[in-house]
């Protein structure tokens, strides 16, 4: 059963990451004219039409990572420890608190994105978003990571 889950739970980040990340490219790098290449197609989505998608995906992960969390706990971080891993047990710690503030940062996130979107939060949902897209893209790489040093068994 929790390797069920393990596997939705990345499933779902995946779909959270291609979510943030277009996101992120729309708001940082806006297309510039009409470009019909590949880069210029992924800088010219509507980055608010992203919002609600990534707050439940966000949601779903989180909630998902902390029914895994305590297998990880007894089955994992101990023999990480005992192998001494201790920068890859730190980055999964770092991951678990901005986990946490991402999950803060959300309602001020949808607040900033609402509709219509009002031009004096355009910096604000810029930062929001990169913020979001880090701690995204580092609990994903440091899940992956820590998977593949140790997986449950």
Do not use: C, D
């Not at 971080?77 to 890859?88: A, G, P, S, Y």
């Not at 440091?142 to 997986?151: E, P, S």
């Amino acid at each position: 059963m929790i390797i069920a889950l393990l596997i939705l739970h990345g499933l779902l980040a995946v779909a959270l990451l291609g979510a943030i990340t277009h996101q992120t490219i729309g708001v940082w790098i806006p297309a510039r004219g009409h470009s019909g290449s590949f880069v210029g197609r992924m800088r010219s989505v509507s980055a608010a039409s992203y919002v609600n998608a990534i707050i439940v995906l966000y949601l779903l992960t989180a909630t998902l990572g902390s029914i895994i969390y305590p297998t990880y706990r007894l089955n994992v971080r101990i023999v990480l420890e005992q192998m001494q891993l201790f920068k890859q047990n730190g980055a999964f710690e770092l991951k678990e608190h901005l986990v946490a503030i991402g999950l803060g940062m959300l309602p001020a996130y949808w607040y900033f994105w609402r509709q219509p979107l009002a031009r004096e939060h355009a910096r604000a949902r810029a930062s929001a978003t990169l913020i979001l897209a880090f701690v995204v893209w580092w609990s994903f790489l440091v899940g992956h990571v820590l998977n593949n040093i140790r997986g449950f068994e």
